[in-house]
């Protein structure tokens, strides 16, 4: 796995996760160029097999990693996996307090065994009163306020992605990457990282609870927030498409009214001030309304793009595999899932030296690297399961 060029070329993790908060940590090491060992049971991950909204996540999640297949109730596989951390730079999982331990694998026992490896372990809650409680992407959104500020009080609603799992997933990669720093310093001890969804979502809201905090005003939902700039909505064009329109600057608001005719605003001597101008909305608006409404979303984008508005078409995921940005060289990586079939990902939101990272990235069938792995760990006799997964690879 060495020689990629890559900033963690010469990093190895093992991961020990499921669903999508542990994975897209492993996810986003191995397209920094981490050589990623997904340890699975015999019968495999179960998102493996999700469907529905679940399709998704295994394939998305997991491609570049190795899959080698363990059975912690066989005594021999449990050795193999304190070989395998042994030979590694980091572990990853997010099992519920107590669980590893049973397995021989708490944070007392690989301190002892395994004091330079970096542990992160991704959970529910940090340390607290809540620790010992499972916890969803859902469950944390309507804990924290994030649903109540996404709708409101009466119809919270959750963001429409596994937003906080994957925001998760990204302070596991930022905590292992200080602590590979650290080490680089000269510290030879690993860490012990412990990374909350709840806490991802408290940093959501954040804003929110720091304006309560200063003001004293309970801060409204988006569908009943007060708006900070006269033109921020969203408008129907003339071929029956619907566009959002950010009107945010002064200089935003001299071209738009000029070039939507509507320059009586700009006559207006009761209009001189942004304040003036949200407190006139109900006058503005739908003048606004009218003006766009005129204009086909063709000609509204080169509008806009040409006087350097914020707009956006209202797209949907499907949506996104026509738009010529997405779809410049490098804004979509081909992968290929388990069973052969070639899928398209947004590559990793970075450049790295002016090159995108993730392409060609494979899903590895369950188990594939199991012979592979114990080879390199020097394990000459192969226990059943593991002949098994070899040969089902």
Known sequence: MAGTGLPLDGVRVVEMTHMVMG??????????????????PPAGDKTRSLGGMGTSFFPLFNRGKRSVVLDFDVPADRETMHRLLATADVFLENFRDGLLEKQGLGSDELHRRHPHLIVAGHKGFLSGPYEHRPALDEVVQMMSGLAAMTGTKEKPQRVGSSAND??????GVISILAALYQKRGGRTE???????????????VAQHMVEYEMTGNKPRSMPEREHAWPI??????????????????????????????????????????????????????????????????????AKLDRLNICFSPINR???????????????LVNNVDADGTAFRVPALPVEWNGAHLGEGLKVA???????????????PEIPSTAKAAGRRA
């Open 190 to 204: 690993g860490a012990d990282i412990r990374i909350g969804l709840f806490e991802n979502c408290l940093l959501l």
């Open 232 to 301: 921020y909505d969203i408008f129907a064009t003339a071929d029956g498409n619907r566009i959002f329109i950010g009107v945010v600057t002064e200089g935003h608001w001299q071209s738009f009214c000029r070039e939507f005719g509507l320059q009586e605003f700009l006559e207006d001597p009761t209009l001189c001030t942004t304040t003036d101008r949200i407190l006139a909305r109900a006058k503005i608006i739908p003048r606004a309304v009218e003006a766009i409404g005129r204009c086909t979303m063709a000609e509204l984008c």
């Open 23 to 40: 994975p897209s940590c492993g996810m986003i090491l191995a397209q920094l160029g981490a050589e990623v060992i997904k340890v699975e």
């Open 317 to 331: 995921p499907e949506d996104l595999f026509d738009d010529p940005h997405v779809l410049r060289l490098g804004g």
């Open 365 to 379: 069938a369950l188990g594939a690297d199991t012979l592979a792995v114990r080879a390199e760990l020097e394990l």
């Open 166 to 171: 994957i925001m998760g997933g990204m302070f």
